[in-house]
Structure formats: C-alpha cells, structure tokens
C-alpha cells in the first residue's frame, strides 16, 4: 500500500531564508507525487507534480521539488521564503493514472520576519 | 480559470439529520473525488466516481454515505445520519481527460458540523 511520510509537522524560517519541506514516499509502482499549499480557511492548490520525465519539477510561486528515487523522497524547497508563503503543506501520492490520492499529515510552514 | 464549486461552505446538523454536500466540476472532466479532513488532521481519501459508478471507496465510506451526479453536472455527497465524528472540512476534487488527468483540482471545501 502507498504511504507518504511529512517529517516535521511545523517548520519554521526567516523571510530570505531557504525552505526544505521532507517528504518520503512509499509505493510498489512507480508513484505520481504532489505537493499541495493550503492557505487557511481555502482549498488544496497544487503547487507542482511529478509524472515521468525530469526529476527536478518546478511549479509556482518559485517553489521546486526533485523526485530521488533511491532516496523514495520528493523534498519541497524554495531558496528565499517569502511572509506569504505561511501555509499548511501537503505531500500526496498516486499510482498513474485517474485514482486516489494518498496524502501525508502536512507540515505547516512559518516565516517571520 | 475553470474551478470547481462546492456549496454549502458551512453547514451546521443535529446528530441523526442526513446532509448532502454539493459540488460543480469543472465542465470537461470525467473523475470525480470526494476527500474529507478532520479538524487538524490529514486529508483522507473518501470516494471516486467515475461513468456514474463508484470506482473506489475507503473504509470510512460505509453505508451511510453515498455519492451520486444526478443530473450530469452538480456531484453530491449524501451522508443518511450524521454522527459527531463526520464533523470535518469535505472537499470535492474533479480530474479531467488525456490532457490533465493527472492533476486532480480541489473545490475550497464544505466544512460540516455536526452537533
């Protein structure tokens, strides 16, 4: 059974400061991965994904995220924080295809200033 | 932006009253999802609907609940009698066809409360 592994269920940094979010995954087939951003009281966004192709994917508001398979990880990062990017941070995993998401207990992301 | 909808944004029930949420997919997609989170918990997979069947469902999915798209459009959430612990944030999410089924976009939720 697929499982995701959020280590840190609140981390905190300095605006300017470099983001590391963990995330580990655990799959038998080779797994979509996600990362969503909660704003409070709003919906998941994506924020990026991995299907196939590139390891390293990038996706909004200038956060990354590189797919290591040896490692089963898919680590969110952002190199300069930002005040607005205070959320609640979701890893999530699939199997390919038009199915469930698994999701991790989320880590929720402090800046100040 | 397509986006999908989701009404009522809160909803307040006695214990035993049945409710039913209500979600609008985006126009084009073919998958549908429900997900439910617990007050500061994860978010957890309930149910997927697909060419007007379930496709998957969880083990909190049990005879109480039930989804349905009635009329090809809204997608519905009915839970028959509400029990303390259905109390949670219930977000519906639709994926579409070849071009993006593998994103699946999230509703901004219905947060139910049972009393």
């Known amino acids: 059974a697929q499982s995701v592994t959020q280590l840190g269920s609140h981390v905190s940094v300095s605006e300017g400061a470099l983001v590391l979010l963990r995330c580990n995954y655990s799959?038998?087939?080779?797994?979509?991965l996600f990362w969503y951003v909660q704003y409070p009281n709003q919906g998941l966004q994506l924020l990026l994904k991995?299907?196939?192709?590139?390891?390293l994917v990038k996706g909004i508001n200038g956060f990354e995220a590189e797919f290591k398979k040896s490692e089963t990880s898919f680590h969110l990062t952002k190199p300069s924080a930002h005040m607005s990017d205070a959320a609640e941070y979701f890893c999530a995993v699939s199997d390919r295809g038009p199915v469930k998401l698994i999701f991790g207990t989320g880590t929720r992301l402090q800046v100040f200033p | 932006e397509p986006e999908v909808t989701q009404t009522p944004s809160h909803q307040v029930t006695q214990m035993g009253q049945e409710v039913i949420l209500r979600c609008v997919p985006i126009?084009?997609?073919?998958?549908f999802y429900w997900y439910r989170q617990i007050l500061g918990q994860k978010v957890e997979f309930l149910v997927s609907?697909?060419?007007?069947?379930?496709?998957?469902k969880s083990e909190i999915f049990d005879d109480q609940f039930s989804v349905e798209r009635p009329d090809g459009s809204n997608f519905t959430l009915k839970i028959r009698s509400t029990k303390l612990e259905d109390s949670a944030m219930y977000f519906c999410?639709?994926?579409?066809?070849?071009?993006?089924?593998?994103?699946?976009?999230f509703g901004p939720g219905t947060r139910l409360t049972v009393l």
């Open positions: 799959s038998s087939v080779p797994p979509y």
């Open positions: 609907f697909y060419n007007n069947e379930i496709s998957e």
């Open positions: 126009s084009n997609h073919l998958y």
């Open positions: 999410a639709t994926q579409g066809g070849r071009s993006s089924y593998n994103e699946q976009f």
């Open positions: 991995y299907t196939t192709g590139a390891t």
